[in-house]
């Protein structure tokens, strides 16, 4: 380190000629901000997870209110225990009708439009000769007795709603709850909405029955639940953090007060958010260890800098204002290369990503003022401990053979060979990637563990109905008033068959399949009439039976929902596909063929967001990083130095996503962006130091030693504590938590990997060897 | 008022005739059933309506224009149809000429025993056509709603309205004609109607049935006894050639469509919601499908029972299990 000659820069002077001003700015800072964050919740909407502004999503939002009931809904089954019993019995229809009555009062709610065996609007109907003969399922004389129950055993058989509403193996029911957007004004509250599901499933299962929950909401008030937990894992990281510092400086100061100061940043960034407007949802949650992580690694950096420093025999405050003057250019260059890494991720239309591209931008650019200013300033009064001091000069006095070998790879007997294994490694990478899918590949919530709870339910409640909760919806335009012509009832028709004859689409719904066994029913149920009429008043009859959510009030909308098998990246796409064409070809003036809502509807949409922003996206964080690179050193070998090595990490990445058989979707996106991001750190610390040696007239591979001695330790140390920080989530309860984990840990560790082992390579061909001019 | 007066003949002749006339080409345009079927591999179970047998071969049709086929021991095939129509019924004048018949008063014939079809009839207002029976190549008749009776004699190429022959003014629908040995012809219909007649259709008459809920299927034995199946598990038999009708007494409560005599006399009557009922005519016993999909029509093809309806073939296992 030669800084000592150079002139203090005044950013030098304002921070350290006003250093108790500056402390206590930063505790009033500090207080405020952390007053806020405590206030920050957990939250999480429906549309910030979707791509608002994809066609679908907007026919979709359009047509929302017209759509009640095909949306947002939870479904309850209560299931009977013992294999011998069956669902008509006493007792357990007076836990299904305490369910009933429990689910229908839940605030957010849609009370009107609940169903269950005990809805009245549920009914049985009959061909007699004197006509129709129907009543509700249960029949109004119930009384609990074994005759009612008979009956009713009668009545679900001819009901129709087997497989809909009872199950197939008549061993459990629905109870399905529509939801409304909003109680009081307020957004529904998905968690104490989950929470209150959970109240009534512990007070109304026993060893008896059981209650299985699946539906959005639900799996959103699990998602924050699980969320929540990562605090544990927030806890566990700073302990082996703290573990590590001290292993690395031996030094107590040295090892609080970065953390002190990284705990700061995450304070600062959670206040400036509530002071935004935003929360944390599930997405969200993990950026606070991200910020973390990156805090502690650019205070590794700084007090390695000043034990370097002290060990040069200079006080506390110079050491600390050496250290600040020699980091704060590579430092705020890589934050600022970090926080618009983030940025990038604003382009994808998907607000919950936008919203973590800001948490994230946000944290990165407070650690400059936290870790790169108050940390060398609490520094310059607390000083490096001696223990550290010394242990800097023997070190900096003895060779290290470590350092010295891994200088080798500048050496021009090895680099060649290592950009050749890089290559390698680069092609095989891309093999791999080629496999990489786009959104879910599995079936149930993959947002959660396939034994979550959630997905135990969610299969329990797919094997044991005949509608699966994988639906697409396709909307059908039709002029107003229009909707029961016969034109328009027709084309859904056909449309219905010939998606069911789509691989993928396990059966269908729409109001001409209604009408056309509404009608068959007006012909003593004869199957030979069960076919759309031309007569406009037996189909406007016919309609008039239609259940809620298939009709609306200004008769110009019919939906067609297709049940499909699951909600895998390839069946979304041969389904829209299919759909799209038949669109093509079938829209006329009597009906307009619109995609989508529907869960699997907007998955779809979200997949095709996703396709288009992924390779947008990295180009445009690789182009900024560059750019950031070249402005930085004026050198467009240092952008092939720095950004090279990041390039082969996120191939690899891609490569080790398809492996592990996770998509690309909205958990998994963002990861690239922060992973390259962050991993520029790397390669700019320790391309400026090895500018700086090169400079001074060494020869490459002496330079790179050096660079090594004085950086090379806190860099290999911060690709480890980010990779710990991030690394603790692979334990989270919540899937694509733990799928972020493992990708931004992989990344932080082959970004430091390809930092130590590439960058000299590639400077080996690229910078000159001063001692060779 | 001059000029109005005027222009009042041509009005008719020149413009509103040439309007009536693209109006009523404009309606055979119109229909959206005129349109080669879906060729689907899930044709076989979709709703069907009728099966019967061409030879060796059997021929089943349903919704949406479906028609398949099978012969012994091979895979179900779909084919060629030109239009989407709800087929209501089937039936071969011979092994290789066939027709079938549907909604829009649709008439499809085959001559390559069910492989390729071809529009005959159709008219968009029409009644549904609901039953057909050929007494001969050239001879035939359709039965559907309304009190809709058609004849050809030409083999299908043109077709006569007979409904006015038929002693049914309240104009009930006849949901099935059939002819016996003697080549008797019998309509079954709404409200208990059963028509006959012993002259080719040139003459009918009503047969006495202490019944008046509607008789959805009509079968003939080889011993020359009649059966009419009917609403909630109703079921008469006729041994003097439609003369009289006795209640067949069975626990059933479902509604009967249709049935079949199997060669050691008993009788086969399929029903709706999976229900079905097999014995000799005194001692039926109810049998019901796993599922419980409807069931329309049987036909026999070898040791095989292949019954249609929802979910489109169902065979039936004859054993003594799934009792009720």
Redesign the interface.
Known sequence: MNTTHTKAPAIENLFFNWRPLWLIFFLLVTVFLGSQALQVKPEASFEKLIPLSHPYIENFMERQNDLRGLGNAVRLAVTVKDPSQDIFTAEYMERLQQVYDEVRFLPGVDQSAVRSLWDPAVRWTQ???EGFEGGTVIPDTYDASQESLDTLRENV?KSGQVGILIANDFRSTIVLAPLVDSVDGQPLDYQAFSHALEDIRAALSDEQFDIRIIGFAKLVGDLIDGATQVAFFFVIALGITFVLLFLYSRCFKSSIIPLVCSVIAVIWQLGLLKLMGYGLDPYSMLVPFLVFAIAVSHGVQVINAMAIEASHGHDRLTAARLAFRGLYVAGILALVSDAIGFMTLLFIDIQVIQELAIAAALGVAVIILTNLVLLPLLMSYLGVGKTSVIRAERKRQETSELWHRVSFFSHKSVAPWSLLAALLLGVMGFVGSTNLQIGDLDEGAPELRPDSRYNLDNAYITRNYATSADVLVVMVETPEQACVS??AL??VD?LE??M??VEGVQGSMSPAYITKRVIAGFN????????LS?NQFVLNQAMSNLPAGMINNQCDLLPVILYLEDHKADTLVRVTRAVEAFAAENNSEHARFMLAAGSAGIEAATNEEIARAQTFMLIFVYAVVAALVFITFRSWRAVICIVAPLGLTSVLCQALMAQLGIGVKVATLPVIALGVGIGVDYGIYIYSRLRQYLREGENLQDAYYHTLRSTGKAVSFTGLTLAIGVGTWVFSPIKFQADMGILLTFMFLWNMIGALWLLPAFARYLLKDPSKA | MQPVMRFKPCFFLTCLLPILLLLSAGLQADSRLVREAFQSDRASQSLLLDITTAGQRLVAVGERGHIIYRDPGQPWQQAQVPVIAHLTAVHFATAELGFAVGHEAIILRTTDAGVSWELVHHETEESPLLGIQFLSETTGFVVGGYNLLLMTEDGGDSWTFLGDELPNPEEYHNNAIIRDTANRLFIAGERGMLFRSIDQGASWEQLPLDYDGSLFGLFATPAGDLVATGLRGNLFISRDAGDSWQALDHDGEQTLNGGLALDDGRLLVVGQNGEYLLGHADQLQVFTLPGRNSLLAVARQGQDLIAVGRGGIHTLPLSETNHR
Not at chain 1, 524 to 531: R, S
């Open positions: 061909v007699t000769e058989l016969y034109e027709e084309a056909r068959w010939q069911r004859n003593e149920g004869n199957l030979k009439w069960e076919t031309r």
